[in-house]
């Protein structure tokens, strides 16, 4: 019996049962293997340690109403591990292979997916690392793939509550064709100063500029931006954004609820005309911005200022939760149900 308080969940690691492994050398991916370790061995020379030959993905396990478990959009995860993977010359994984170690893992660890109406979810880690070594700057000869998973809370401890967001400039997460769009471990670290400089003060997370002209908006820390303004959902397009899955099914369900949809360059001095700002991805969903601070200048921006989300970021919440959870119908065929 798995003794937890599931509405209470936080966003963060809680022990499994197990994990699954697969190794790529030779030329080819090798059998999937089981294990109930939470270590990897690991050679010293490993490409990953060294030159940063690594990517990673997230994505969501639901438990809906009628208790069957529902994937969202798999394959979106699986094509941009790829394009991570392309990004920093590692071995690829196609679909037959991600989806069979998926379904695998929520499988053996079903017990963890959190029971419908508590909010949680179960959190699921694809990790592709170099591991074969390597003494100079080159692609591994050995890939590493593995799974794991984790129940979660909401990614920001307010929930679909406002949040605080703190612009930053002393920093970037990724310059302009740099690994911006590819999901891998560099651009976390490199985001670290900015992420603590902003809990320090007080905010949720920082704000990044474009690291060439500081002029237009690129992320809020691990989550894409978006805006309302007169009817229409506009996000930052650039050449060092993550392309956020959970950003791309919100483009789509405000085109559906009948609204204009922008994605291009975002003029920070824009923040001023909007409607409704937040923050959505993976872990945060949608994460309603309540107020933003130019930590240089002392500006602030503020939304909601009720106290609660804006109604289109409601109405956009609730129905991609809706469609996760089974509880809407999904006019996209976004969800896979599990059959195990």
Not at 79 to 106: P, T
Not at 220 to 225: E, L
Request: aromatic share 12%; hydrophobic share 40%.
């Amino acid at each position: 019996m798995i003794d937890l308080n599931w509405s209470q969940l936080p966003f963060g690691y809680v022990k499994t049962n197990y994990n699954v492994r697969c190794v790529w050398k030779d030329g080819k991916w090798g059998e999937v293997e089981v294990s109930d370790s939470e270590y990897i061995n690991i050679h010293i020379a490993a490409t990953a340690l060294h030159y940063g030959q690594e990517a990673f993905e997230g994505m969501k396990a639901y438990r809906g109403k009628d208790g069957k478990i529902r994937l969202f959009r798999w394959q979106e995860n699986a094509a941009r591990l790829r394009h991570s993977a392309q990004g920093i010359f590692m071995a690829e994984i196609d679909d037959e292979l991600f989806f069979k170690m998926v379904k695998k893992v929520v499988e053996l660890n079903q017990e963890f997916v959190p029971p419908y109406g508590t909010g949680a979810s179960l959190y699921i880690r694809p990790l592709l690392f170099g591991s074969g070594p390597k003494v100079g700057v080159q692609p591994a000869d050995e890939y590493t793939f593995l799974i794991f998973v984790t129940p979660v809370g909401p990614y920001f401890k307010e929930g679909f509550n406002p949040v605080k967001i703190a612009v930053v400039r002393d920093s970037d997460r990724a310059a302009p064709l740099g690994t911006g769009t590819y999901k891998v471990g560099g651009n976390y670290a490199a985001s670290l100063k900015g992420v603590m400089k902003a809990h320090k003060e007080g905010y949720s997370s920082p704000m990044y500029l474009d690291a060439k002209e500081k002029k237009y908006i690129d992320e809020i820390g691990a989550a894409n931006f978006f805006a309302i303004k007169n009817n229409t959902y506009i996000t930052p397009k650039s050449t060092s954004i993550l392309g956020s899955i959970t950003n791309k099914s919100l483009e789509e369900l405000a085109k559906l609820l009948g609204m204009k949809v922008e994605r291009r360059p975002v003029e920070f001095d824009e923040l001023a005309t909007f409607e409704e700002v937040g923050a959505c991805g993976t872990a945060a969903i949608i994460a309603p911005i309540g107020e933003i601070k130019d930590l240089d200048t002392g500006k602030v921006f503020t939304y909601c200022k009720d106290g609660k989300a804006g109604p289109v970021s409601t109405k956009l919440y609730e129905t991609l939760v809706g469609i996760q959870f089974g509880e809407i119908e999904d006019p996209f065929g976004w969800v896979t149900v599990l059959d195990f």
